[in-house]
């Protein structure tokens, strides 16, 4: 029995998909869901032109449509499954195992989470039938493309690594080209220093798990993957929801050694995300991207800041720290919950090492999230990114001398990469 066969059977959607026995040296599997993706084989061209890893590959494309599909969706879902076996044709000498199909069953509730998990469960199977559980499942979508040095870094970062569990990969997305209209690319560049600008805000705030969210961005080690309980089913926002189950058990964090491409493209496939998020700025024809306000963050960072201080206060200082709170965080945390978390928390660790521990295993990001989206509403409006992260430069020691969006994001993004 294998490392996976229990959980395969309780928690597998599906029975086994692919018939054909994978390799035993196999040690990364590609997941792709495909959703009305013809143009598939622009991945394919990118991933062949990698240079190949010490280990086998596979990728699994997982075509799927919702309920709902209108009928040249599933026509042209047809069409990415010829131009797939038109490719492997032409490609013989792939050094990468490709499998694609269609998932044709009746499930309600069809979409980007549901077709990650089948393709994800299957790679967990696939290592299971030679028993390796350290076995990389990576993430994709259809419109990326990547590095050259994608697997090999992989390999380096991940596989060879026995204390790391999964990562966020690095991605930058496409700033000018002739595939999509100019207002796209800028867009794009709001868009994606909005993230940014997130990313190094929680950096700053003293939160201790700081990683980007990105679908086609994401590695697990195949053991990791059924510890998490799996991807879920949700039809957005499956990527966070993900990471925030992988992240406790420790062993997650930035690779930054390689890049994916994700497509700056908009979508209406999904409520929010990058191709909401670009649809909406395209539908309103804005010239801004409003984010969160940067007082938030400094008030994450005076509570954050005080945590280990909770752990030595008495019963009674509490109500003193609590009225000390900057008023976001006041307003987000009734002070008898907080007082009663705290004393939980408290009387359950031993030291303030543990004791942080679980101060942020409480206040998560699932928590972050609410309190930040609380006073948007509530106390400090949003504000424009550009200016947003510009003042969060200063704050923390740089200087850009452009206001264009391109040119900050281009620093954010060599913040990251070297970090």
């Not at 280990?308 to 109500?319: D, L, P």
Request: proline fraction near 4%; aromatic fraction near 14%; hydrophobic fraction near 40%.
């Amino acid at each position: 029995m294998g490392f996976a066969s229990t959980w395969l059977e309780e928690r597998a959607l599906f029975p086994e998909i692919i018939k054909e026995a994978p390799d035993e040296h196999t040690g990364i599997i590609v997941v792709v869901p495909a959703y009305n993706e013809p143009g598939i084989c622009k991945l394919l061209d990118s991933l062949i032109l990698c240079t190949e890893p010490e280990c086998k590959v596979e990728v699994i494309i997982v075509v799927n449509a919702p309920e709902n599909a209108e009928k040249e969706s599933l026509e042209n879902n047809k069409l990415t499954i010829q131009n797939i076996d038109s490719w492997k044709k032409e490609n013989t000498n792939c050094f990468f195992r490709l499998f694609a199909f269609i998932v044709e069953l009746p499930v309600s509730d069809w979409g980007v989470g549901l077709a990650r998990k089948t393709g994800m469960d299957e790679a967990v199977r696939r290592f299971n039938q030679f028993n390796k559980p350290d076995g990389i499942i990576l993430n994709l979508d259809a419109d990326c493309i990547v590095e050259s040095n994608y697997f090999v870094s992989i390999c380096t970062g991940l596989l060879y690594k026995k204390d790391r569990t999964a990562c966020s990969i690095y991605f930058e997305h496409p700033l000018s080209g002739n595939d999509f209209e100019g207002k796209i690319y800028k867009y794009i560049s709001l868009y994606e220093l909005h993230l940014r600008y997130y990313f190094q805000g929680l950096a700053f705030s003293g939160f201790p798990y700081v990683f980007h969210t990105v679908g086609s961005a994401i590695a697990v080690k195949a053991l990791s993957y059924i510890k998490a309980g799996g991807m879920n089913r949700r039809q957005a926002g499956e990527d966070f929801y993900f990471i925030q189950k992988l992240v406790p058990s420790g062993g997650y964090f930035n690779l930054t050694s390689t890049t994916v491409y994700p497509s700056p493209r908009a979508s209406s496939r999904v409520p929010f995300g990058t191709g909401a998020s670009i649809g909406k700025l395209t539908r309103e024809s804005s010239d801004t991207l409003l984010t969160y306000n940067l007082l938030a963050f400094q008030e994450l960072r005076y509570f954050f800041g005080m945590a280990e201080k909770f752990y030595q206060c008495s019963t009674e200082e509490m109500s003193e720290y609590y009225n000390s709170f900057p008023p976001g965080i006041k307003s987000f945390l009734d002070e008898d919950e907080w007082k009663g978390k705290m004393t939980e928390i408290k009387n359950n660790t031993s030291n303030s090492s543990s004791y942080k521990k679980r101060f942020f295993g409480w206040f998560n990001m699932f928590k972050v999230v609410k309190y930040l989206n609380h006073v948007s509403l509530e106390i400090f409006e949003k504000a424009p990114v550009v200016s947003s992260a510009s003042d969060l430069l200063e704050i923390i020691g740089f200087k850009v001398n452009s206001t264009d969006p391109v040119d900050i994001l281009l620093f954010y993004r060599a913040m990251e990469k070297n970090n």
